[in-house]
C-alpha cells in the first residue's frame, strides 16, 4: 500500500526532529523523555528512593528518567496496554490499569509503600474526529486523575498531560477542586502544532466521593 501524503510528512518531521535525533545519540526510548527532564528541572518532581508509577508508560522514555532520578533505592512501576521492552529499575505491568486484576499486581509490587508521584502521558488512538478524540484524552486524564487520588500520599504529586480545547476548562476546574496546588507546563520539547499541555498538580486534599 502507497504511504499517504500525511504519513510521508510526519516520516519526514520525525527523522528531522531535534528531540529525535536527540534521544537516538544519548539514548533514550523516546523523545518524550525530554519533556519530562524539562519539567523536572523547573519544578523537582523526583526524589531519590521515591515509588512512581508511570500510567501508560510504553514506549518506556518517562520511566526511563524517572528511574534515573529515583535511583536503586527507588522504585517505577510502568502500567500500559502495549508491551514495553524490559528497562532496569522499572517493573512493568501489561493491562488496563481500570481493570481490578491489574490494581492488584500494583499493590503487589507497592508493598505497601506510598506513591510519591503519578505520571500519565497517556492519548488515546486518534481516529481523526476531533471532539470524538478529544472527549476520550480527557477522559483518560480524568481516569488517571482518580488513580492518583487513590494512590498518592497526601503530599505527593501528579503530572498528566491533557489537550487544550473543548473540556479543558472544566478538567482544570475539576483537578483544581481535587489538589491544592495546579500548574501548566509546556515543555520545549512540545511540538509547537501540539495542543498538548501538562498539569502538575501536588497536595491532594480531603473529599468526600
Known amino acids: 500500500m502507497k504511504p499517504s501524503k500525511t504519513s510521508k510528512q510526519w516520516m519526514r518531521e520525525h527523522v528531522t526532529d531535534p528531540y529525535v535525533q536527540r534521544a537516538q545519540k544519548e539514548g533514550y526510548r523516546s523523545r518524550a523523555a525530554y519533556k519530562l527532564l524539562e519539567i523536572d528541572a523547573r519544578d523537582r518532581l523526583f526524589k ?25 533505592s527507588g522504585k517505577v512501576i510502568a502500567l500500559d496496554m502495549l508491551a514495553m521492552d524490559p528497562l532496569p529499575g522499572v517493573d512493568f505491568i501489561l493491562g488496563d490499569f481500570r481493570e481490578a486484576g491489574v490494581l492488584e499486581q500494583l499493590r503487589d509490587l507497592l508493598q505497601g509503600k506510598p506513591v510519591g508521584l503519578v505520571i500519565s502521558d497517556m492519548a488515546p488512538n486518534i481516529s481523526g474526529v476531533a471532539s470524538a478524540d478529544q472527549a476520550r484524552a480527557l477522559d483518560l486524564a480524568e481516569l488517571a486523575m482518580e488513580f492518583a487520588l487513590e ?57 468526600i466521593v
Open 48 to 72: 531519590p528512593g521515591m515509588v512512581v508509577v508511570d500510567l501508560g508508560a510504553a514506549p518506556g522514555g518517562w520511566s526511563e528518567v524517572a528511574a534515573s532520578k529515583v535511583g536503586r
Open 151 to 207: 494512590h498518592l500520599r497526601p503530599e505527593g504529586s501528579f503530572l498528566v498531560k491533557v489537550f487544550q480545547g473543548p473540556g479543558f476548562e472544566s478538567f482544570y476546574k475539576l483537578i483544581r477542586s481535587r489538589f491544592t496546588k495546579v500548574v501548566s507546563r509546556k515543555p520545549r520539547a512540545s511540538r509547537d502544532r501540539s495542543s498538548e499541555v501538562y498539569l502538575l498538580a501536588g497536595e491532594k486534599k480531603e473529599y
